[in-house]
């Protein structure tokens, strides 16, 4: 049997044998052309066409629901495997489930009528949840059963989003996507905090990894996941010191987190600094959000991007990196210019939070540029491997 499944999965194109490979490929050119069209519309030097909702919506979903929710999909739906000991979605699953987030893309920039969206969103949605609640259904993993809850509220975010869409109510968007976007941070939280300990202590070769705070844990998930409620209800969107308090305990908790995890020597090795950055702009951001609910900043834009661009985007390029070279069978040495990568995408995510309210325009051609250049780094190297068989010849 172990033959014969074997011999079944390395008949499937390369491509399709694991949801990391179309998913972290698609999602990296989608980011590579979204920022900087973005950028070119808000400033007046694309042509006057409008996607679904017009730019602004196109672009608060897309980054959102589109870009950071196919990095979601292929690192889940690959990571379930290994979690539970099932197999991962492949072949034409993985085909039909990368086409349907396809036309969703292409649906909303070149105009697609809701209904026609809203029906390929939820096929997205509700297949990647299927697909990943299947697995660990099968062997009962409790532990993961949290990842499905987070995956149903996006869900929910998602056609929050799309019922704002279809009303012409701004309000309801902005709502949808910052619940969206704190689910993705809850998400950040849960995983985060089990692998960033384990690869630093893999990447230092330390002995054993630092043991987690099971209640600090806790806290932040529950804690970050009370903001997406709160987003959703539009309540976080106008300043409140009990809000602020909530903002600044995130911060702390998660800089905390930082602290046990540092070592000095994460500086030697791109693959660990990258994500421990990462996770740092979610503090930035925290930490903005609660000083603009105590009245002292003037505008929460700023800190969102922390979130959105530094945190979020950091963490997937950094992780996308590193789940590459391990599922398709290579040792965890970066290629040439990813280091790079990481440089300049960080040096975009400054230039998006806090030059851009000095310089606008700018500080968002240079955060954009610094964006584009970073994925495509990515793309160019990692293509190959995305697209070709595992090196040492196992399937996935």
């Known amino acids: 049997m172990q033959v014969i499944d074997r011999r079944k999965a390395l008949s499937i194109p390369p491509i399709w044998r694991l949801a ?27 042509p006057g066409f409008q996607p679904t909702g017009g730019w602004l919506a196109w672009h608060r979903h897309e980054m959102l ?44 920039l070149l105009g697609a009528p809701i209904a026609m969206l809203i029906v390929a969103e939820l096929l997205f949605m509700f297949g990647v949840a299927w697909l990943m609640g299947r697995m660990l259904w099968v062997v009962r993993q409790k532990r993961n059963y949290p990842v499905i809850v987070v995956l149903a509220l996006m869900t929910t975010a998602n056609l929050q989003v799309l019922w704002g869409v279809a009303a012409g109510d701004d309000g309801l968007q902005r709502q949808g996507v910052l619940a969206g976007l704190w689910l993705v941070a ?68 998660h800089l905390l987190r930082l602290v046990r995890w540092y070592d000095s020597g994460i500086w030697r090795v791109p693959l660990l600094w990258s994500l421990h950055l990462a996770m740092l702009w979610l503090v930035v951001a925290a930490l903005g959000l609660a ?18 661009v530094g945190s979020m985007s950091g963490l997937i390029l950094a992780m996308i990196a590193r789940v590459t070279l391990g599922h398709t069978g290579r040792p965890l040495q970066l290629p040439p210019g ?59």
């Open 20 to 46: 990391f490979r179309p998913f972290f490929l698609a999602g990296s050119l989608f980011a590579l052309l979204a920022v900087p069209l973005w950028v070119a519309a808000w400033t007046g030097l694309w």
């Open 186 to 253: 809850a998400l950040m939280a849960l995983i985060g905090g089990r692998v960033i300990p384990f690869f630093t202590q893999r990447g230092l070769g330390r002995t054993e990894a630092v043991k987690p705070w099971v209640w600090l844990d806790v806290a932040l998930l529950v804690g970050t996941g009370l903001t997406a409620v709160l987003y959703a209800a539009g309540v976080a969107l106008m300043a409140n010191q009990l809000l602020g308090v909530l903002f600044l305990a995130i911060a702390a908790g």
């Open 338 to 396: 990813i280091a790079g990568a990481f440089v300049l995408f960080n040096l975009g995510a400054v230039a998006r939070v806090f030059l851009s309210t000095v310089w606008p325009i700018a500080g968002l051609w240079l955060a954009a540029v610094c964006w584009a250049l970073a994925f495509a780094l990515y793309a160019w190297r990692y293509a190959p491997m995305l697209l070709a068989p595992r090196v040492d010849g196992h399937p996935g």
């Open 65 to 108: 629901f589109g870009f950071a929710m196919a990095i979601v999909a292929g690192f889940l739906l690959t990571a379930g495997q290994t979690w539970t000991g099932q197999p991962g979605v492949s072949g034409n699953r993985l085909a039909a489930l990368a086409g349907v987030w396809l036309l969703a893309r292409l649906g909303w």
């Open 291 to 308: 000083l603009w609910h105590f009245g002292v900043l003037a505008a929460s834009s700023p800190s969102l991007h922390a979130l959105s």
